[in-house]
């Protein structure tokens, strides 16, 4: 990781974590854990069982899949401080172990996001980016879908734009299938 990378890392999570005593209060766009599992559990019945919450920091999007969809889901982030009841591995996540799962879900993973592609050139995907840890360059955010794309575009993986149902910018995701 480059030390830009590092610098925006700790300004996310300065930004977005906020703890407070014991209680933990989630920051960034309301309803985006609602949307995107929504999404998986209405668009994708049936063709999932197992989803790798990749970067799902506490742990949210794993719970409502868990718990309204019956999915097993669990976080893989390093962080290592999920909700109670919502499985997780407090590791950075790994492309090479995409197979043990049926989708790889990435909502703003920082910087997991260039695994999370990686994983996509195997394993269905739906990698929802924030910040750019893509690349050196500067990155506007459609720009930095576009980045990504392109990369999915040299790879044969089909992806479609989704904008999901939650306040943006950062609420556009790439929803894709490997090569066969
Ligand atoms: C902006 S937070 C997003 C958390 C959650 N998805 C949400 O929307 O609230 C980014 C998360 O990425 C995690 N992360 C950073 N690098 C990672 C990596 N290599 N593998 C897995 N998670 C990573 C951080 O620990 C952090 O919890």
């Not at 401080?81 to 989708?103: H, I, M, Q, S």
């Not at 879900?105 to 996509?120: K, Q």
């Not at 980045?147 to 992806?159: D, K, N, T, W």
């Amino acid at each position: 990781m480059s030390s830009k990378q590092r610098e925006l890392l700790a300004l996310c999570a300065r930004r977005r974590t906020a703890v407070t005593g014991r209680r933990r209060r989630f920051h960034g766009a309301p309803g985006r854990f609602e949307s995107v599992a929504t999404y998986i559990g209405e668009r994708l019945p049936g063709a999932v069982r197992y989803v790798a919450d990749v970067a799902g920091g506490q742990g949210m999007l794993s719970r409502l899949l868990r718990k309204r969809y019956n999915l097993e889901s669990e976080v893989v982030d390093p962080r290592g401080y999920t909700l109670k009841g919502v499985p997780g591995r407090a590791v950075c996540f790994d492309a090479a172990d995409a197979e043990y799962y049926d989708l790889i879900v990435g909502l703003h993973p920082d910087a997991a996001t260039r695994a999370i592609a990686t994983a996509a050139l195997v394993r269905p995907a739906i990698l929802i980016p924030c910040c750019n840890f893509w690349s050196e360059e500067k990155l506007g955010q459609r720009e930095l879908l576009d980045a990504i794309e392109a990369m999915y575009v040299a790879h044969g993986v089909s992806c479609e734009r989704v904008r999901f149902d939650f306040p943006g910018p950062k609420n556009v995701g790439l929803v894709s299938t490997p090569p066969r």
